[in-house]
């Protein structure tokens, strides 16, 4: 999940634009926040940093190299700005806020919104010169205000704008799978201001410009109708809807010019409904202007459905896409030992081929990560990366996920019929996973596809060109299967092009800690530096075999991130599977006593410090084995057990 850190001088700030952001975008995007008095640190990891202010930007030192930055343009939260027409013309006030740059934009923000009535004076921590007045008006920053002030006026944090919200959904590739939630948002604003737009219009002619940029700007079509039932608002697209001029009808009786079946549209329960016009098809909704009380008013929200349409196969198309597409390259493969570098370098060479590569390694190894980066690092990186994994399809689904299939073709079939994964793939990235398990019958269509590069879908004897670069994989030994007769060995050859083989964990030992460091910091991204948390038990995890190579790695640090949160972990800690094989029963380590002998006496033959913490190192057992054998040891009046690094020393 994409990672967006916000960024601000204070906490009030910060909380209100995490609680904004998260309102709109939820479970799409991690959003953290952090302040002056609580900055971030410095090895966090993100994607995209929003500052609530240029004086943010310049006052907190967090630039992370390569990191893409927003500086946030923010906006008068004016569900609290009605507080400020109770004031006399000509009033005297503070306005109070965390810096200097900011007390003199929200003056300038509120005189820009028409609330110009005021004389305000701009007060800030470290000011020294202000005058002594007993109002003060505050967006959100109350501690700041003067013990003198009598009367505080709250308008609230300043939200973040809808240009830089707009520019956030861009940057993460999302705004149209938001668009509905922003343009609902949106609409719920302006139904808002139009709720207090007859107030504000008395008290400042700017704020009527702005109203009406608001509502001509809007791209739905609004219609309002006050209390003696005249309209009062009549928008540009709905001006285009009717073919009807504002100025003509701004005024009027609304009877006049909507008849009973616009108004049937919306009489029911749920207050809205389908308008068939000769060029339009309308989905009309009603909401009262004052609260529940649509005696004093109503605005008509008025929705082309051809748009509506549009939007949502927009929004499914990038669904579909996002499916669809290799979220890791080469710089994602965590390791430096010699056996994994060599693989990667010879994957880079074959990324630049379109010929068949074929992947071998065991369960856990990694194979998808290297396909994803293949695909990423190939002539196709722009087209999908298509996925299939023979074993967790049945044979009956199988050609009609792979081929798709035309209407009727079996029982259940959609309408339409559907296209198949191959054919999703077209000018992209095939993922052929765990191959090994595909059924024999089906293989002699997979091998016809590969070599004619054309499908036909099931049902159809239409035959479809496609153009796709196939990747495969399997943990299995293709040899033997196709000794046992699960394998064709045509199907083999022809995928056996570019064979590559990733390496099993045990096979790379020198990669098992940076990995380990590489998940703890995913699991635990604030907590304790990850080569100091996995220092009591490093040796065990270097000489475990990982049968489970990569994937049973994360899990096991994944277990002991759950266990032991805050403090590190001891051998004691780790999981049975790796404890049964890394601690051998008694029967096993008879010869230990004698090891660990022979090792306090070669120490002390060089005068070499060694001591429990060593001995559990150098033999990868637990240091209470370790007690254990010293004492026993020390019962047999071989060894002596002092203190200090010199502490054992053999009679």
């Known amino acids: 999940m994409k990672k967006l850190v916000i960024i601000s001088l204070g906490y009030n700030t910060a909380h209100t634009i995490y609680e904004q952001l998260c309102n709109i975008l939820y479970s799409s995007v991690d959003i953290k926040y952090y302040y002056s008095s609580s900055p971030p640190p410095t090895n966090l990891e993100v994607d995209l940093i929003l500052y609530s202010s240029e004086y943010a930007f310049e006052r907190i030192n967090f630039r992370p190299a390569n990191v893409p930055y927003i500086i946030a343009r923010r906006s008068i939260n004016y569900h609290e700005i009605g507080k400020l027409f109770k004031l006399p013309k000509y009033s005297d006030v503070l306005l109070v806020n965390d810096s200097k740059d900011s007390a003199e934009e929200t003056i300038l923000l509120l005189q820009a919104l028409g609330i110009d009535h005021i004389n305000y004076y701009p007060y800030y921590p470290g000011i020294d010169n202000y005058p002594k007045l007993k109002i003060a008006i505050t967006p959100g920053e109350t501690e700041h205000v003067p013990g003198f002030v009598n009367h505080i006026i709250d308008i609230k944090t300043r ?36 709720k207090t737009g007859n107030k504000l219009l008395k008290d400042s002619s700017k704020m009527k410009e702005r109203f009406k940029t608001v509502i001509n700007n809007v791209h739905d079509g609004l219609i309002a109708i006050n209390k003696e039932n005249k ?22 009786d609304s009877e006049n ?17 389908i308008l068939k016009l000769p060029s339009h098809e309308l989905l009309i909704s009603e909401i009262p202007l004052y609260a529940k009380n649509s005696d004093n008013g109503k605005l008509f929200v008025l929705k082309d459905v051809s748009e509506i349409h549009r939007l949502e196969e927009s929004v499914r198309r990038r669904l579909y896409q996002e499916q669809n597409i290799a979220r ?11 056996a994994l570098q060599k693989v990667l370098s010879l994957a880079q060479k074959m990324a630049k081929s379109d010929s068949t590569v074929f992947i071998q390694g065991e369960s856990g190894t990694g194979k998808e990560l290297l396909a994803q980066s293949i695909h990423n690092a190939s ?39 559907s296209s198949g994964l191959f054919e999703a793939a077209h000018k992209g990235t095939l993922f052929l996973d765990e191959i090994g398990d595909a059924p024999l019958p089906f293989q002699v269509k997979l091998l016809r596809v590969l070599q004619e590069r054309q499908i036909r879908r099931v049902g159809s004897i239409k035959v479809i ?10 943990n299995h030994n293709l040899k033997e299967h196709i000794k046992a007769g699960l394998m064709r060995e045509d199907l083999y050859y022809r995928l056996n092009v570019l064979p590559i083989k990733m390496p099993a964990l045990r096979e790379r030992k020198e990669d098992i800690l940076p990995l380990a460091y590489s998940f703890y910091k995913k699991y635990k991204p604030l907590s304790l530096d990850a080569k100091l948390y996995f220092s009591n038990i490093k040796t065990c995890l270097q000489n475990y075999s990982w049968p489970g190579n990569i994937r049973e790695l994360q899990n096991v640090v994944e277990y002991l991130a759950n266990i032991c949160p805050n403090e590190p972990p001891q051998s004691s800690d780790l999981p049975e599977d790796i404890k049964s094989e890394i601690f051998k029963t008694p ?34 057992v637990s240091e209470n084995k370790i007690r254990e054998v010293l004492n026993v040891l020390h019962e047999e009046n071989r060894i002596q057990i002092g203190f200090g690094k010199y502490s054992l020393k053999v009679i």
């Open 257 to 273: 010019f909507l008849d009973d079946t616009f108004f049937q549209t919306v009489n029911n329960p749920r207050k809205e409904g």
């Open 465 to 474: 060109p496609i153009d796709v670069h196939v990747i495969v994989a399997t």
């Open 587 to 620: 029967n096993d380590i008879i010869d230990l006593k004698e090891e660990i002998f022979a090792e306090i006496k070669r120490c002390n033959t060089l005068r070499q410090p060694v001591g429990r913490r060593s001995l559990a190192h150098k033999f990868s």
């Open 379 to 417: 002539n196709r990186s722009s087209g999908p990366f298509v996925a299939i994994n023979f074993a967790a399809l049945s044979e009956t689904l199988l050609e009609s996920e792979l081929f798709g299939y035309v209407e009727g073709s079996f029982t259940g079939a959609k309408k339409g019929g």
């Open 231 to 252: 309209i009062s608002v009549f928008n540009p697209i709905a001006e285009k809807i009717f073919a009807q001029k504002a100025t003509k009808l701004i005024g009027q």
């Open 328 to 338: 890791y390259d080469f710089s994602h493969i965590v390791g430096k030992s010699p």
């Open 159 to 194: 939200l973040v704008d809808i240009t830089s919200i707009i520019e956030i959904l861009t940057h993460f590739d999302i705004l149209d799978k938001f668009a509905n939630i922003l343009s609902a948002k949106y609409i719920q604003d302006i139904i808002k201001l139009i």
